[in-house]
């Protein structure tokens, strides 16, 4: 079948095209110019101080742990409702994730576990906006304390929490441009710093612990424009130009391409409210404002498996985000997380991104209500 509806679809246009063109004509393709437009543009847009690109979320995650400064063995709590990065990312460090359990509606943290299993050993905490859905800010910091709060917005570039954009909540806010995130640029990231000395470290450890990048030494004239210093041991892990300028034509459209999606979550809550027998995802409200990067619905009856074959026969593509991270063999074996375990063979995301026509929308709302699951 030629027209199928993938799950999920980058929304690229010639603009973006053209950005990469003229990076490519202009000779500097690496860690430049662009990459500094985009991380003060995406800095001025969440409201932080400072922004630094790099090349994934996963890359931020590790930059992010890496800035605190942990030993072996401190614990960092991770939600188990979330992708690999998450958790990896603390064990690159050579730190010991803690799986904490969800909420059922939002597949977000639950603050109640997270009460739980918090101890003096904790010495962070991520939170991940799943779906683009913010958490509980408030709820996750009365609790934390003076435990720094990483915030894996990896599904949330533009979703509002109060008023205000995520990111900027915890000490570090992690972001993915991964191919089909609601900002993209194939692949990217950045991390958002409020702290002027962690910001100066975390230029340098994108970059091999070299404090400074190619661009700055290239001015004409300067004396030992070669030379620079190594301080610490650094990640490989930065932005470059080639992506950055795709980043800064999609961080434009970014309203649009989100608006675009929260129209279509609408028209899936009012048209499978009335079936019965799929749960769907909380609606915006004045608190949480959703980028909706995954629409994700349960059945309450039926198996999940069988409306992912079905939809399949019709040429809609869905997937099932997450598999609980803890039960992975790579974390050994993990005390169980029943919401997690429970919700994860319910749950099925449905196609929800900017380029779905008015048609591909409808084709996806008739094959949903002409499926019956079985009791
Ligand atoms: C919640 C979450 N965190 C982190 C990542 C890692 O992002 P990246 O692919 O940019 O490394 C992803 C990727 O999908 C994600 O979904």
Redesign the pocket.
């Known amino acids: 079948m030629n027209n199928v509806i993938q799950l999920f679809r980058p929304t690229i246009g010639e603009e973006e095209i053209q950005a990469v063109a003229e990076v490519l004509r202009s000779g500097w393709l690496g860690l430049g110019p662009k990459t500094e437009e985009f991380e003060k543009a995406f800095a001025a847009m969440i409201g932080a101080r400072h922004v630094v690109g790099v ?7 590790d930059l992010a742990v890496k800035l605190l400064d942990l030993r072996p063995g401190d614990e960092i709590v991770v939600p188990t409702c ?2 690999i ?2 958790a990896h990312a603390v064990v690159y460090n050579r730190c010991r994730p803690v799986f904490v359990d969800i909420e059922p509606d939002t597949l977000n943290i639950s603050i109640e576990d997270l009460k739980r299993k918090i101890s003096s050993r904790t010495k962070a905490i991520i939170v ?3 779906s683009g859905r913010p958490v509980d800010l408030d709820g996750v910091k009365a609790v934390a304390g003076t435990i720094p709060i990483i915030e ?1 917005c ?2 949330a570039a533009g979703a509002v929490y109060r008023g205000r954009p995520v990111g900027t909540f915890g000490r570090y806010g ?5 191919a ?2 609601n900002l993209t640029m194939g ?3 950045a991390v958002s710093i409020n702290d002027d000395d962690d910001y100066r470290r975390a230029r340098q450890l994108r970059w091999l612990g070299i404090d400074k990048g190619t661009w700055e030494r290239t001015p004409d004239n300067k004396e030992y424009w070669w030379e620079y210093s190594v301080n610490e041991i650094g990640l490989k892990c930065h932005l470059n130009d080639i992506l950055a300028a795709i980043g800064v034509v999609q961080l434009k459209k970014l309203p649009a391409l989100n608006a675009r999606r929260k129209q279509i979550a609408e028209i899936y809550r009012k048209e499978f409210g009335p079936l019965g027998w799929l749960e769907l995802p909380p609606a915006d409200d004045d608190v949480y404002r959703s980028s909706w990067h995954i629409f994700c619905a349960k059945l309450s009856t039926g198996d999940r498996n069988d409306l992912s074959q079905y939809l399949k026969q019709k040429g809609i593509m869905t997937g099932v ?2 598999k609980p991270i803890h039960l992975y063999r790579c974390y050994g074996h993990q005390e169980p997380l029943p919401v997690a375990e429970a919700v994860f063979k319910r749950i099925i995301s449905l196609p929800n991104h900017a380029s779905l026509s008015h048609d591909d929308v409808g084709r996806i709302v008739d094959a949903v209500k002409g499926f019956s699951p079985s009791r």
């Open positions: 090349i994934s979320c996963t890359a931020a995650l979330t992708f990065s998450s991940v906006h799943y894996d990896a599904h992690c972001f993915s441009f991964h089909v995130k692949e990217g990231g985000h997450y």
